[in-house]
């Protein structure tokens, strides 16, 4: 391979180079140079300096969350490729190469903001929509850690009713895994739903929209793969036909090993598998009312190892594939993805822990996201969406959960799944009633900014470098910036009471109506029933 070291000023505008298929270049980082973007899932671990040592090939391999082809400096460099990278740094050089395709590096400006805005109009532009609105202006409720696989209609008509007998305002419901007959069966388990098509109604009377867990992977030794696989519409393994005797086609269906067991996986490669897939779609939505969807899987990981498609494809290409079935239902949520930014779907980070070590990356991977162009984000579940730590009641930290809905509650989509009124003192209940009010209340502000994003890329939530770039805001990782004016300052330690918050020059007013002069680190009080913010002064 060829190797190009490139060492570009931070003075000049979009001055471009390209590298040749199959070779890699090579940039000096530069003394106070800082680096953001790759994956949302280690966004904790960002941003690099000349100082880190870093390995990272995104080529089959998302983390489990978000994933763009996508390096920027706070220098206002930047790196992109339409094809996965892979980069590392290691003594005071960064590292970026290709299997295929062309490496795209440059300046534009002299910071991370200028930076930014010339990539995701040259490489990732908005086109102009948004996801449903109701995934803003209101809290969302998700029965996966209440009812965890034992989806069933009376639970979660009890469960939507918990919600609007304890005050909280009604928004998005997700039914999550398990209420279908099957992996690619769907369609309602008769034996855990009488009538769905009933159940979705009084949901929608209460003032809900209604979304139904969703992935790609399909029951082997079920009716459906068989009429799958002998259509061609699911991937094949690497010996692509087989010799059984009674089979009813030669083709060999790929067996995916994937949190759930072990599955066939339909090729949204071939357009036809793409169309059956959004016809079983089309008629949840026809027959039973269904809103939209949480796409879940759609992992780079598992289409390695050999799997054969209609298409030539790259594992991130059916990550891809399986995202581009969200353009076409405004109610929609995903958590793996490649190469969506800009697009009108809604990006969940992956799921937490219930501990704080997990709380406190929250902040800088919903920023890493940010970075990487992806506007219409949720951080994860109130709590923590991995639903082992919810399985002993005595492990259940009520602190952690008040602190994750004050995390939750200015971002663009806040989500609850554990149930506040089941697992916590009326008093802390209380609180995360008040923070769902609380992004009620600014509802029509953070829909507003959404608007904005799907016009100019502007990411609705910032790192505190993106917003006011220049000012050594680098690596501030607990606070961030709502639209360009409102500093938001969670905490994220257990115990804490009082923290820094860092405050730009000019004048801020917080929540409480106290006025601040910026340009300096402020220590303020902050009880556990308090989330402070601030707002800039015109």
């Known amino acids: ?66 994933a ?23 003594n005071e050089v960064l ?35 948004i996801p449903d609105e109701l995934l803003f202006t209101h809290p969302q409720y998700n ?13 979660i008509l009890k469960y939507a009713q918990s919600i609007i007998d304890n005050g909280y305002p009604p928004g998005v419901l997700m039914i999550d895994d398990n209420w279908q007959e099957d992996y690619g069966t769907w369609e309602f388990s008769s034996r855990r739903f009488n009538d769905p098509k009933g159940m979705i109604k009084k949901l929608h009377d209460m003032g809900f929209k209604v979304m139904l867990w969703m992935c790609p992977f399909v029951s082997a030794d079920s009716e459906v793969f068989r009429k ?82 209609f298409n030539e494809s790259s594992p991130n290409d059916h990550t891809r594939y399986f995202a581009e079935l969200g353009l076409h239902y405004p109610l929609n949520e995903y958590r793996a993805s490649w190469k969506m930014a800009g697009l009108p779907l809604a990006q969940r980070l992956r799921d937490k822990g219930h501990e704080w070590g997990d709380l406190q990356k929250l902040i800088p991977d919903q920023m890493s996201q940010s970075v990487m162009g992806y506007a219409y984000t949720c951080p994860d579940m109130i709590g923590g969406g991995e639903y082992q730590s919810f399985l002993n009641a005595s492990t259940i930290d009520e602190e952690l959960i008040v602190r994750s809905a004050q ?38 502000h953070i829909l507003e900014l959404a608007r904005e994003a799907s016009k100019t890329g502007n990411p609705i939530v910032k790192p505190m470098e993106l917003a006011f770039p220049g000012n050594g805001y680098e690596t ?34 917080d929540e409480k109506g106290q006025k601040y002069k910026g340009g300096k680190v402020i220590e303020i009080d902050v009880p556990l029933e308090r989330l402070p913010y601030f707002k800039k002064v015109k």
């Open 1 to 66: 391979m060829k190797h190009i070291i490139v060492c570009m000023s931070a003075f000049l505008l979009s001055m471009v180079s390209f590298a040749q298929e199959g070779e890699s270049i090579k940039l000096e980082i530069e003394k106070n140079e800082y680096w953001w973007g790759g994956l949302s899932s280690i966004g904790h671990q960002t941003p690099y300096d000349k100082d880190s040592e870093v390995s990272v090939n995104l080529f089959g391999d998302n983390r489990g969350n978000q």
């Open 476 to 509: 501030i990782k607990d606070q961030f910036v709502l639209g360009d004016d409102i500093i938001v300052a969670p905490v994220v330690k257990k115990g804490a009471r009082s923290r820094e918050v860092v405050l730009p020059k000019g004048r801020w007013i």
């Open 407 to 444: 995390v939750h509650a200015l971002m663009p989509m806040m989500q609850f799944s554990v149930a506040p009124w089941r697992v916590l003192s009326k008093e802390n209940e209380r609180i995360c009633l008040e923070m769902a009010e609380l992004h009620q209340k600014f509802g029509p």
């Open 95 to 129: 590292t970026v190469s290709t299997k295929e395709g062309k490496i795209h590096s440059g300046t534009a400006g002299g910071n991370l903001k200028t930076a930014y805005q010339y990539v995701s109009e040259k490489f990732f532009p908005s086109n102009g929509q």
């Open 143 to 155: 029965t996966w850690i209440e009812l965890m696989y034992d989806q069933n209609e009376e639970d």
């Open 228 to 309: 799958l696989a002998k259509e061609g519409l699911l991937l094949l393994d690497s010996e692509r036909t087989q010799d059984i005797l009674w089979a009813n086609t030669r083709n060999k269906a790929a067996v995916i090993r994937w949190w759930n067991g072990a599955s066939a996986c339909l090729d949204l490669s071939n357009p036809k598998a793409k169309e059956w897939f959004k016809g079983r779609l089309d008629y949840l939505v026809e027959e039973y009312g269904v809103d939209g969807f949480k796409f879940d899987a759609g992992d780079a990981q598992f289409y390695k190892n050999g799997i054969v498609s």
């Open 68 to 90: 763009q082809p996508l390096l920027l400096s706070s220098n206002g460099r930047y790196v992109w490729s339409e094809s996965p990278i892979e980069y590392g740094i290691s």
